[in-house]
């Protein structure tokens, strides 16, 4: 019997857990028998046999405790880890969240990632200086303009979503990259290679030795007659028209790293080359090289069509040897490889390269590089440096994500992002020029300071709004309807705030390619918000009419000048639905009782806008049908009568023209998606489309 307090009754001695007296270490020592003091009750102080048994064995009592050990520690394994503390000083810019941030570490490069973390650094040692490795969470090639790293998600409003902390979810299985697993998995219980091996990489091309060259044309497919000035002038084309935009490649770094990774020496080197890097890889090479020849098969048809015919096969099997074990540039190849399947062929490829985009969103999930990485860095398992590599290759697929939503007028793949640091602000990568590769098209632009770092953060920014209008019940079959037109006024007031926020306040001023599609993408996404709300009203001023229109009528400008400076055949995929969003509110004011003599100008040449995208994109020939044919049933009179004999389109109603014509067209318009048109348009005659 035990008292209230927890001692034993009177006359007896307290006992532990196990049932022993609780002697202390005097008490338990032989002594002279004697009476003791304690309420008159005569004990002998020698051991007594129940605390003799103390220092026996008890094979079922050490089982016990080995078992409830084991138990504790996979319910600690399980549970998610807190945090580690972050200092709450400074704060994003406003625009999205209007959170509080912690201060940012700033980023060596934007992809730097390798495959094996100790591979490049082995096999250099034997051609230049490596610096030993440091680990530490401040890059110092960006220390002086470290940029806020916001704490929470920049879009972490757009739903009820948990946000887990990924605590021990990244680990860096044997010698690969890191990559995640859950507490489900087996090989979250695996030894973690990175805890005593942190990542390690050059930022400098090896400098060949006598004997030693470049295999450039090691990972591309044999036999298409491919010359070394076609293959440079190629890979400059690429990376002047389309790497920059969502940063899809980091080509100074791609380019350092090819050379590296094809290095061939005479003298056999203790460590073998690596054959991928988080900026490198063969099925990337094959990508950056086939989008180029792309935009320039004119000049180039008999390598282009050499590519074409081998690209699907070889780029088939590279894929399976660089999934098995992917790092960040596996990731970035798996998204171009998609958008190589959207250039121009015999037919619509929007299906193969939506279902082939799914492969870069499972290598994602893989690489877990939509988890916060911060306390890898913090514990000296991961530079800084990979951290922000990994970062950069989340949001290249984030936004590429939410572009094929937008194109495909299906629901984004990824989730909403929640602690993933944005893309940092590197002045070096800023400051490195950009050059026209077009001798047909020099103009204010060339030369001009890249800023690519600058368009990637901020342009990232606008993504995240863009996420939050297509996941309103606008565009979203789950999208929640209650409190709507609030939830659409305030993103509007974010866009605002982006509008000012952001440094380009005159893009016809600095008209790199990237920056104007980033200028006509915040266009977009206004278009989007409040061509709803067309014929509605709504308390916002001006009205979402007026809005529409300012919205159509910068794209049309910016469309003229990027025409004028770098050509529009070299544009990215994503001016198809930029072209066509702006033109369905041409129509839309030409329909209406405000006409002005721009709109129809402007309509015909959004024509010719995607009449030049689709010598590229087979999508935007697409696209070129649609608006051939809604303005030949919608406004029959402004159609040149040297086109032809109009076509009836079975997908677009034929109305009399009255004044309810502008709202029926609306209603159409906001009921028909974009394929539903074309499959009225396959029988269109091909004259009337350029």
């Not at 857990?17 to 008490?27: F, I, S, T, V, Y």
């Not at 100008?601 to 010719?608: D, F, T, V, Y």
């Not at 004044?659 to 539903?676: F, I, S, V």
């Amino acid at each position: 019997m035990t008292r209230p307090d927890g001692y034993a009754p009177t006359g007896t001695r307290p006992r532990d857990e196990d049932g022993n007296h609780e002697l202390d270490e005097a008490e338990a020592q032989p002594q002279s028998p004697k009476r003791s003091k304690r309420s008159g009750v005569k004990h002998i102080s020698r051991a007594c046999d129940s605390c003799k048994s103390r220092s026996k064995p008890n094979p079922v009592k050490d089982l016990r405790n080995r078992i409830d050990s084991l138990m504790e520690l996979l319910s600690q394994k399980s549970a998610p880890l807190a945090p580690p503390p972050v200092s709450t000083s400074g704060s994003i810019p406003p625009g999205l969240t209007g959170e509080q941030s912690q201060p940012a570490e700033p980023q060596h490069s934007l992809a730097v990632e390798a495959e094996a973390p100790t591979d490049i650094a082995d096999f250099l040692a034997g051609l230049i200086t490596v610096p030993p490795p440091v680990a530490t969470t401040i890059s110092p090639d960006c220390a002086a303009t470290s940029q806020a790293r916001s704490t929470v998600s920049p879009v972490a409003n757009l739903g009820n979503r948990p946000v887990a902390y990924s605590g021990d979810r990244l680990k860096r299985p044997e010698i690969g990259s890191v990559m995640q697993f859950g507490p489900t998995s087996l090989w979250s219980y695996a030894r973690d290679s990175a805890e005593h091996r942190p990542y390690t990489a050059s930022a400098a091309a090896p400098d060949l030795l006598p004997g030693d060259w470049i295999d450039w044309a090691r990972p591309l497919p044999p036999n298409i007659n491919l010359s070394k000035t076609v293959h440079d002038a190629a890979l400059a084309i690429f990376g002047a028209y389309i790497g920059a935009w969502c940063m899809v490649v980091d080509m100074p770094t791609f380019m350092r790293d090819l050379d590296i990774c094809n290095l061939v020496t005479r003298q056999p080197r203790p460590s073998p080359p690596p054959t991928r890097t988080g900026a490198y890889s063969p099925l990337l090479h094959n990508c950056v090289l086939y989008l180029g020849l792309h935009l320039r098969r004119d000049d180039w048809p008999d390598v282009a069509q050499a590519m074409d015919a081998v690209m699907d096969e070889h780029c088939a099997a590279l894929v399976m040897g660089e999934t098995e074990d992917p790092n960040t540039s596996t990731l970035l190849a798996l998204t171009l490889f998609a958008t190589c399947l959207n250039v121009r062929k015999t037919s619509s490829s929007r299906n193969t390269g939506y279902i082939h985009f799914g492969m870069a969103f499972a290598s994602l999930q893989a690489l877990g590089v939509n988890i916060s990485s911060d306390h890898l860095v913090a514990s000296g398992s991961m530079t800084a440096a990979e951290r922000d590599a990994r970062n950069a290759s989340y949001w290249t697929v984030f936004q590429q994500d939410a572009l094929r939503a937008v194109a495909a007028g299906r629901p984004p793949m990824l989730g909403a992002p929640t602690d993933v640091s944005l893309p940092c602000i590197d002045p070096v990568i800023d400051a490195a020029p950009w050059y026209s590769v077009n001798p047909s098209k020099i103009g204010i632009s060339n030369g001009l300071s890249g800023m690519r770092s600058t368009v990637f953060h901020w342009s990232a920014r606008l993504h995240c709004i863009l996420r939050k209008v297509l996941d309103t019940s606008l565009y979203s079959v789950i999208g929640d309807a209650s409190n709507r037109d609030v939830r659409v006024v305030a993103i509007a007031h974010e866009l605002e705030t982006w509008t000012r926020e952001q440094p380009f306040s005159r893009p016809t001023s600095y008209p790199l390619p990237h920056v104007l599609l980033m200028h006509m993408m915040s266009q977009l996404i206004q278009i989007y918000l409040f061509r709803p709300y067309y014929r509605s009203q709504l308390d916002i001023s001006p009205t979402p009419a007026e809005r529409c229109g300012q919205a159509a009528g910068t794209v049309a400008d910016l469309l003229r000048l990027y025409d004028a400076e770098h050509g529009l055949r070299n544009g990215v995929a994503t001016l198809i639905p930029i072209v066509f969003g702006a033109a369905t509110v041409y129509l839309l004011r030409l329909v209406s009782n405000e006409v002005e003599p721009r709109d129809l100008k402007n309509l015909e040449e959004s024509i010719r806008f995607m009449g030049e995208l689709a010598v590229t994109w087979i999508e935007a020939r697409r696209g070129l049908e649609v608006i051939n044919t809604l303005r030949s049933e919608w406004l029959p009179d402004s159609v040149d009568s040297s086109a032809g004999t109009r076509v009836q389109n079975p997908s677009v109603p034929v109305l009399d023209q009255s004044e309810e014509l502008p709202k029926e067209l609306h209603e159409w318009l906001m009921g028909t998606t974009y394929y539903d048109i074309l499959q009225g348009s396959e029988g269109l005659d091909p004259d009337l489309l350029f």
